[in-house]
């Protein structure tokens, strides 16, 4: 960087996967590798600022030179890492693919096979929303979240955005970016939607980092 954009920013990034015990040896989690929350905190390093990572399950090293790094499972054990590090932050950046729901029934012993017995049944509840729980803080920092989608990505992100009170929003299409080197994504914020061209995470990280800079230079 030849101008550094987030100097004297301190940032929270939470990013890989969560990760929901059945029981001792089984859970629910997904195919985020933690690439793009990784890209993120080692960008907005070279830009300046401090970085806390809080990450999950992850599948790329963890990136170097941060000012905290915390390694936790579930969605609640994310959420408490992240209000816990929240008083004291600019920025917070949500890559992390957390799980909508967590286990209601979880068993403390390991779910045995036995001859004639039932399925068992695995019963959900909902997870809170570390986001929008953060966005909703009197004291928020400024908000980044992202939007992986399957389908009518720019409408669901549009309403996610909203919904989720978040003044930048990433949005991508599943198949494009979770668990690959590269993403293609669209940057929503209050003034426009800029399309990205498909490129390293590293170079998307960049990218997203240049316009979040503009838009707190705004604040
Ligand atoms: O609702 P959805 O999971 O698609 O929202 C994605 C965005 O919200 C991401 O930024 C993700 O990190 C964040 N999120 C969260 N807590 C949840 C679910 C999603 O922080 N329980």
Known sequence: WTVPLLSGKR???TAGAT?????????????????????????????????????????????????????????????????????HQDVFI????????????????????????KVPVIELTENPDILATVAGRPDAPFCVGFAAESEHVLEHAR???????????????VSQAMGKATNQVILLDDEQETVLPQMSKDDTAIAIIERLAQLLVQR
């Open 11 to 13: 940032v929270l990034i």
């Open 94 to 117: 949500a890559v992390a693919a957390v799980a909508d729901y967590k286990v209601r029934n979880r068993s403390e012993h390991k779910l045995k096979k036995q001859a004639g017995q």
């Open 19 to 87: 990760f929901e015990a059945i029981d001792p040896v089984r859970g629910i989690t997904n195919i985020s590798s933690g690439q793009m929350g990784m890209a993120l905190a080692r960008a907005c390093r070279a830009a300046g600022a401090s970085v806390s990572l809080v990450y999950g399950q992850i599948q790329t090293p963890l990136a170097a030179g941060m000012a905290f790094a915390e390694q936790v499972s579930s969605a609640d054990e994310m959420l408490a890492a992240v209000q816990r590090l929240l008083p």
């Open 159 to 173: 309403a996610k955005r909203l919904k989720k009170g978040v003044p930048l929003l990433v949005a991508n299409e």
